[in-house]
């Protein structure tokens, strides 16, 4: 019984812990401004359609110094590395230097993926992204809704957690979200070191995104 009690004990005290280390990670924020430094290496979230579309207009309005970049794209998302490539191909011929890598990852959750299997999909996802993320150690995670970034930016904010270093997550919530955040920006409002929204109705609900006006 006193075995099973410093057990349940030490548990707790983990969890605590672990706890006390995300607050810690997560309010720290950034050191610097991104760029103020050299470059910045990012690792970029592509969802499909859409999502792809927004993030590399964001991209396109980034300076050089976000270098290398660092795309990720879903194991079944064909279109969004033709549009990457174009994306960079087109930034080769403006006189950019175009240092880039696209990896991939499986979805966290399908397009009418019933919840139950979303959980088991998202740890497998988590699997993957773990070693991605400690081999690639972005400066930055810049993502823009599609659910994939979920278990990216979770190993983001693990690296701060176990003190390897501090990564900052950016994210830029949908045009197409007007009245609500995605289930995405939900999951990582609380999380992000700068949360952007597009819409002033989304900034009067969430008092700690920033808003720019449109963006992408």
Not at 16 to 27: D, M, P, W
Not at 100 to 111: A, G, K, M, N, Y
């Amino acid at each position: 019984m006193a075995l099973l009690a410093g057990a349940a004990l030490a548990a707790g005290l983990m969890c605590l812990l672990f706890v006390f280390r995300l607050y810690s990670v997560v309010k720290s924020g950034p050191q610097q401004q991104p760029g103020s430094a050299g470059p910045v290496s990012v690792l970029v979230v592509a969802g499909s359609g859409g999502h792809t579309t927004e993030i590399l207009r964001l991209m396109g309005s980034l300076s050089a110094a976000y270098s290398p970049r660092h795309y990720v794209v879903a194991d079944t998302d064909r279109m969004s590395e033709d549009k990457i490539c174009n994306f960079e191909k087109s930034r080769k011929q403006s006189g950019s230097e175009s240092q880039f890598s696209i990896c991939r990852i499986p979805r966290s959750r399908e397009v009418h993926q019933s919840w139950c299997s979303s959980v088991l999909s998202t740890l497998r996802a988590l699997r993957l992204s773990l070693p991605l993320v400690f081999t690639l150690r972005p400066d930055m995670v810049l993502c823009n809704g599609p659910g994939t970034c979920v278990p990216l930016c979770a190993a983001g904010l693990l690296l701060g957690i176990v003190g390897i270093k501090k990564v900052l997550l950016v994210y830029v919530e949908s045009l197409c979200r007007v009245e609500t955040l995605s289930l995405s920006g939900t999951i990582l409002y609380p999380l992000a070191d700068l949360f952007f929204v597009q819409w002033s109705s989304l900034r009067d609900r969430y008092p700690q995104s920033i808003f720019l006006g449109r963006i992408v």
